[in-house]
């Protein structure tokens, strides 16, 4: 009895223990954080390139978008992470100057073919003439809306608002409380967790005349009037008009998908899950202007090879990256995550400027923004905290913008300082 | 009418109950949740309008619930076969035998309890990633194969172990493990058990290190499994109510077997300790 | 030529050997993974070490002083004082209220012990993720809801800078009294009957037993819960981290204790060296408290 434990404890653990030797193929591992719509089309495209190179085996692992950032920085330096890595642009710079990245080899990927292929803010992952990771796709903001909503608060709903002072007045008509006051149908979402901190930091404050950053991105611009105008006029609509609360129906993902929320600021990537939820029928316009001024934030998430990664397996990575950031690749993103081709010839076709999907979006990136992030989240922290220390602790606008131009720039001091 | 009442505590009874009624209403919630559709989620009836196992067969599709389950097992009964072989033999060394620096040893050991698990993990983590235990069931396990506490328990109970016995073991000729593992262990079971399952629980519930050493789906143990997946169904709070009630009916059925050991293990420990 | 060699040893000598053969694996465990580990936490703290470059830079006492000028840092330790200082008092308030009355009960003890107990098994996960659902806004909570059948407003709970640090303590205190109520029960049992008998014939209240004779002899345990209490209470992390948006400890860090903070800044930050001078801090906090132990319970021997 005590033997036959034993035995099958040793069983156990050596099950656990050789889990992954197996074949003769060279295997390669891709890392992304879970996004439903991006795991499968990773899979099918997978699938695609594993049947041009019978060879190569690629292992895709996902993990929780929250933990992800933490997962990478754990696992890259003890050499147990992944070949190829899907990384949020503003996080490139702490990993290659960290030296977890390896640069693109110019032979197969050269400075001056991205540069004329790709859009320019590419760059951002190009550090001493070196790219070290490459996009599929782009994503910029558009306004979301409900059409049924729309109807129903006697609004048109082929007539999204196109100002900012229309946006106000939509939202307050469509924003539903029921008798003891209790939030039942935002007007518009309110989380600047979600994508709204960008609306704030690369919307807004251009539109009120401001500047976010200095040129050279090292310095915090926003703690001016056009700063606290512009985060004003978001407070206002949480505080005077209250259209809504970041926490409504649990994220404004949700609330819009549940059809709680009349409107809501996204990216592109979230029409894949939109069009899954059935009788929602929603349209998607440009960003309400202000002053005449357009603006919009664009991102990208893109893919490196780890430092590591030698021999076959860099061979076979790099057969896997040039797939990635084919055309067909492209294609596939726009049409199953609906995030835009990375290249401008791609992404600006007529066809794509006048979908009406896809074409604000496509539109959005010709007058796009995209932030030198140095640490993407405690720099969404701050507006975060800006939004609860007026709603909470009941500070004025210009105290909490003054606050949040005070520690993010702290965290960009500490970025620099210590390069 | 009133002196029944009162020599019957019916007072207490009642208030008792509504009380302990309240402590299992977040469970009784949860796991009613559990077996709800995604639209009956909103409706306040404690037995499910449309009773449905849709949201367990959907758990099992879309996570890996039943391979962090097995890792959580794994885990848990490896360090306690570990916890109760080394502790109870180090427990019983410094109880029966007499060496030099048998007192330092004894108190370095108790000494460990004092140093909280918080102050290890960076270290910890630092000696994995240079010894490659990152990603690995050894990674998860190797900070708990023995404690200062189960120890220093182990000490206490061997004493009541006579001293006679262990010399009849000797003129039979057994040799000091044997007699260890022959004569002694068999006289603190009670104090076996009640370790062992203490052992076992606290690993089974334990988050902080695995969480930190595992960034493997395939390796999560059950409750970092439980919180990613919350964190990304965190929407639909069925599957959430679902997954929690996953991780805890099985203690919850060990609870109701060793219900006798458990309480006297913890009543012993609080007394001991 | 061994066994020669160990035959020839006196049964003393021969005892010790053995002993020295069952410690030689414990003793390089618990020098490898505990004692080795608290000297490298030491001297990591006075690092600059970030996890992401390969060198730690030795920068003296730099870490601490930058903790001393840390408002987030103050923060987290009040907020982990004030977790104990709340919930420990009311936690032991409440086990003791309910130990004292299931123990007068003649039947069912076993069924009000193992309603009071179950909470503690459970993962501490599980229960903070489905407290969380609890305290969602309408129309998803169930409190909000139960509120507003009652026309009371609804409540923001975990996503107010007041009233989210106690949302979380109540789980917390739910958890650990099934613990608390099984060790009082255990004391109660020891507290020997001839006495309260004696009490009765001297015609003592209830209250005069309660606080003449069952308190002042409760007291080992009551010190043991006290300081096991307060150690659980000083190292809260995990229903925080699964209560709150991101594991953030937010809104405001008004939920955050020095645990998270250190988790964070050491794997989520990476801010190795910086972390762990919180640790070593939270080390010296629990060495007081342990010491305060020992000598309050010595003193009561």
Redesign the interface.
């Known amino acids: 009895m005590k033997k036959l434990i034993m035995i099958l404890l040793v069983m156990l653990l050596a099950f656990g223990f050789t889990f992954s030797a197996a074949a003769e193929k060279v295997e390669i591992t891709y890392w992304q954080y879970y996004y439903e719509t991006k795991e499968e089309t990773i899979n099918e495209l997978i699938d695609m390139f594993e049947k041009e190179n019978p060879d190569i085996e690629v292992k895709h692992e996902t993990f929780p978008y929250e933990n992800y950032n933490t997962k990478v920085a754990a696992s890259v330096p003890s050499g147990s992470g992944p070949n190829i890595i899907n990384l949020y642009y503003g996080w490139l710079p702490l990993y290659i100057n960290a030296g977890y990245l390896k640069p693109l080899p110019h032979d197969e990927f050269a400075p001056a073919d991205i540069e004329e292929e790709f859009f320019s803010l590419v760059s951002a992952a190009k550090i001493d003439n070196h790219y070290y990771a490459l996009p599929t796709a782009v994503r910029s903001l558009a306004l979301i809306y409900n059409k049924r909503l729309f109807k129903e608060a006697g609004l048109d709903p082929e007539q999204p608002p196109k100002t900012l002072e229309e946006l106000v007045d939509y939202a307050v008509k469509l924003t539903k409380r029921d008798k003891a006051g209790n939030l039942i149908q935002e007007g518009m979402t309110m989380a600047l967790r979600g994508q709204l901190h960008h609306w704030v930091r690369e919307v807004l404050i251009r539109q009120y005349g401001g500047q976010p950053y200095s040129e050279d991105n090292r310095e915090v611009m926003y703690d001016s009037e056009a700063g606290y105008d512009a985060f004003g006029y978001f407070m206002d609509l949480a505080r005077e008009h209250k259209i809504g609360e970041p926490n409504f129906m649990t994220d404004d993902v949700t609330a819009f998908k549940s059809q709680r929320a009349a409107m809501t600021i996204d990216g592109s990537f979230r029409i894949g899950t939109l069009d899954k939820v059935g009788n929602l029928d929603y349209g998607i316009a440009e960003l309400p202007t202000h002053n005449g001024i357009k603006s919009n934030f664009a991102s990208f998430w893109a893919n490196g090879i780890t430092s590591f990664t030698e021999g076959k397996e860099l061979e076979a990575s790099i057969k896997f990256l040039k797939f990635l950031t084919s055309d067909q690749a492209m294609q596939l993103w726009l049409t199953n995550v609906g995030e835009l081709p990375a290249k401008p010839s791609a992404a600006f076709t007529d066809e794509n400027r006048n979908d009406p999907k896809y074409g604000p979006f496509i539109r959005g990136l010709e007058y796009a923004h995209a932030t030198y992030f140095v640490d993407e989240m405690s720099q969404r922290q701050v507006w975060t905290d800006a939004y609860d220390r007026v709603m909470l602790e009941g500070k004025s606008v210009k105290e909490a913008v003054d606050k949040a131009a005070q520690e993010e720039q702290k965290v960009l001091d500490e970025y620099y300082e210590g390069k | 009418m009133i002196k029944f009442i009162k020599e019957?505590?019916i007072i207490?009874?009642i208030?008792?109950?509504i009380?302990?009624?309240a402590?299992?209403f977040?469970?009784v919630?949860?796991v009613s949740t559990s077996f709800k559709e995604p639209w009956d989620?909103?409706n306040?009836a404690i037995i499910p309008p449309n009773p449905t196992l849709n949201n367990y067969v959907r758990l099992l599709t879309v996570s890996n619930f039943s391979r962090w389950f097995f890792n959580s097992f794994?885990v848990g009964?490896?360090v306690t076969?570990s916890v109760i072989f080394?502790d109870s033999?180090?427990g019983?060394?410094l109880c029966k035998?007499?060496?030099?620096g048998?007192n330092v040893?004894f108190i370095?050991?108790l000494s460990?309890?004092?140093?909280?698990?918080?102050?290890?993990?960076?270290?910890?983590?630092?000696?994995?990633?240079e010894l490659?235990w990152?990603?690995?069931?050894w990674g998860i396990m190797?900070?708990g194969?023995?404690t200062?506490f189960g120890?220093f328990l182990m000490r206490q109970f061997f004493y009541s172990v006579p001293d006679d016995l262990i010399d009849a073991g000797r003129i039979d000729g057994l040799?000091?493990?044997q007699i260890w593992y022959k004569v002694a262990m068999p006289l603190v079971k009670p104090a076996v058990s009640a370790l062992a399952i203490f052992t076992f629980?606290g690993n089974?519930?334990a988050?902080?290190w695995p969480l930190?050493v595992i960034?493997?789906?395939?390796?999560y143990t059950?409750?970092?499994g439980?919180?990613?997946f919350?964190?990304?169904f965190?929407?639909e709070?069925e599957m959430?109510?679902t997954?929690?009630?996953v991780?805890?009916i099985p203690?919850?059925i060990i609870?109701l077997i060793f219900?006798k050991q458990i309480?006297e293990g913890?009543?012993l420990t609080?007394?001991k300790? | 030529m061994f066994k020669k060699l160990f035959s020839k040893l006196t049964i003393k000598q021969k005892q010790a050997l053995w002993g020295y053969l069952f410690l030689i694996v414990p003793m390089i465990f618990y020098l490898g993974v505990r004692f080795y580990p608290t000297l490298n936490s030491f001297y990591i703290s006075l690092t600059d070490w970030d996890i992401v470059s390969k060198n730690k830079n030795f920068i003296g006492i730099s870490n601490y002083i930058e903790l001393f000028h840390d408002e987030v840092f103050w923060k987290t330790l009040g907020n982990t004082f004030e977790y104990i200082i709340y919930g420990l008092p009311l936690n032991l308030f409440l086990s003791f209220v309910i130990a004292y009355n299931i123990n007068k009960l003649r039947y069912g003890l076993t069924i009000y012990r193992t309603l009071y107990f179950i909470p503690y098994l459970t993962s501490l996960v599980a229960v903070s993720w489905v407290w969380r659902w609890l305290y969602q806004p309408i129309p998803l909570g169930i409190f909000n809801n139960f509120l507003a059948q009652f026309g009371i407003a609804q409540q923001p709970f975990l996503e107010s800078t007041s009233q989210a640090l106690p949302s979380i303590l109540a789980p917390t205190i739910w958890v650990q009294i099934g613990f608390q109520v099984i060790i009082f029960l255990a004391g109660l049992k020891g507290v020997p009957k001839y006495l309260y008998e004696a009490a009765d014939i001297d015609g003592a209240s209830n209250m005069q037993k309660l606080f003449r004779i069952t308190i002042p002899l409760l007291r080992p345990t009551i010190v043991f819960l006290v300081v096991t209490g307060s150690i659980r209470y000083l190292r809260i992390f995990t229903q925080v981290y699964n209560m709150t948006y991101q594991g953030e400890g937010g809104p405001l860090n008004s939920t955050k204790p020095l645990v998270l903070y250190i988790y964070n800044s050491a794997f989520r930050r990476f801010e190795m060296g910086y972390a762990s001078a919180m640790t070593v801090i939270l080390f010296v906090i629990i060495l007081v408290i342990t010491l305060f132990q020992l000598k309050v319970l010595n003193k009561h021997d």
């Open positions: 019957n505590h207490a009874y208030i008792l109950g009380g302990g009624l402590m299992i977040p469970f919630w949860m989620v909103f306040l794994l009964l490896s076969v080394f033999l180090v019983y060394t035998f007499s060496f030099k048998k040893i370095l050991i460990t309890m004092m140093i909280p698990t918080e102050m290890l993990v960076i270290p910890w983590y630092n000696m994995s990633r490659g990152i990603n690995n069931y190797f900070p194969l023995m200062g120890t040799n000091e493990f629980l089974w519930n988050f902080l930190i960034s493997d789906n395939n390796l059950l409750p970092v439980l919180a990613f919350s964190g990304e965190q929407t709070w959430v109510m997954g929690a009630s991780a805890t203690v919850l609870f219900q309480v913890i009543a609080g007394l300790g």
